[in-house]
């Protein structure tokens, strides 16, 4: 985007005319000139210098919006680098590559007491978000049970592709719904990976509803967040995923969250993860290393 006042743009074109012109009127020419338009491309401000490449370590980073990316100088592999406070090169952070294991065992008490809500979209410049319209009284709204301690659910947003891969594999898109413990502040994340098949009913209108450019949007509809997990999600005997503890994936990457991602999938038609693609631009994280941490089934 071309920051520079339209005067400067012209007078600069003029002065570029008239120097080619006088340049060609020294050549004993007179042929009309056609010169083309000067462009000067101003890069917006970042906190990082993209043209030295050097990062420079923030101290200050509470309550301040500190600008990260997917790729590049504040990419992934710089994210440490930002930040002091940050957890970003922790070791148990998140996502990681699951190799299903075997056996299951039931470890986690899970049940879900989610509700009809409205909820409002958000692009946030890093993913789309649809925070949970929060009632006055939390009991009224959605929650989970986990292990005897309620974490009620905040919001839900994609990543495309998957941050958690699979034996290596990576899914077309993952859908994180963040679950918190008022009283510990720790977090408990569902993971959904979705896989290319029937149209879904939910992403029907995303080309429409999600929003291109970073802002706020209300959803004025009402629905059960339920209606993006895998069948018989509610039940013990057929709720089937894998938990590890880990971290938030994106910056400040803390080391507070109960990872449990579903080992069922959901469908959606390879229309509708291209809308999605083209929106969420790549948006995940590299998995990173277990190290003495293990994924269990249930
Ligand atoms: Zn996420």
Same mark, same amino acid.
């Given at each position: 985007m071309n920051g520079k006042h339209p005067f400067f743009r012209l007078s600069a074109n003029l002065l570029f005319a008239t120097l080619i012109a006088f340049l060609f009127a020294c050549n004993g020419k007179d042929e009309a000139i056609e010169s083309e338009p000067i462009v000067t491309d101003i890069p917006e401000t970042y906190d990082i210098d993209d043209f030295t490449g050097e990062v420079t370590l923030r101290t200050?980073?509470?309550g301040t919006n500190i600008h990260w990316e997917?790729?590049?100088?504040?990419?992934p592999d710089h994210w440490d680098d930002?930040?002091?406070?940050?957890?970003?090169?922790?070791?148990?952070?998140?996502?990681v590559n699951i190799v299903p294991p075997l056996n299951r065992t039931l470890s986690k008490l899970l049940r879900f007491f989610w509700k009809n809500t409205s909820t409002n979209i958000v692009n946030n410049g890093h993913t789309i978000q649809y925070n949970i319209d929060q009632?006055?009284? /939390?009991?009224?709204g959605s929650f989970i049970w986990l292990n005897g301690q309620k974490y009620y659910l905040l919001q839900f947003h994609f990543h495309a592709a998957s941050e958690h891969t699979v034996n290596g594999e990576h899914y077309p898109v993952e859908i994180h719904f963040v679950h918190r413990?008022?009283?510990?502040g720790q977090l408990a994340v569902v993971g959904v990976l979705v896989e290319e098949g029937d149209e879904n009913p939910f992403f029907e209108h995303i080309g429409d509803?999600?929003?291109?450019?970073?802002g706020n949007y209300t959803n004025t509809s009402t629905y059960n967040?339920?209606?993006?997990?895998?069948?018989?999600?509610?039940?013990s005997s057929t709720a089937h995923f894998w938990w590890y503890d880990g971290s938030l994936t994106?910056? /400040?990457?803390?080391?507070?969250v109960n990872w449990m991602v579903w080992s069922s999938t959901i469908e959606a038609s390879h229309e509708q993860l291209e809308e999605m693609e083209a929106i969420l631009h790549e948006n995940y994280r590299p998995v990173l290393p277990l190290g003495a941490r293990l994924v269990k089934a249930q």
């Open positions: 200050d980073c509470e997917y790729e590049g100088i504040a990419g930002i930040c002091e406070t940050w957890d970003c090169d922790g070791n148990r952070q998140s996502p009632p006055a009284d /939390p009991n009224a413990n008022p009283t510990t509803q999600w929003p291109h450019d970073e967040p339920n209606v993006l997990m895998p069948a018989g999600y509610n039940n994106t910056p /400040p990457c803390s080391e507070i």
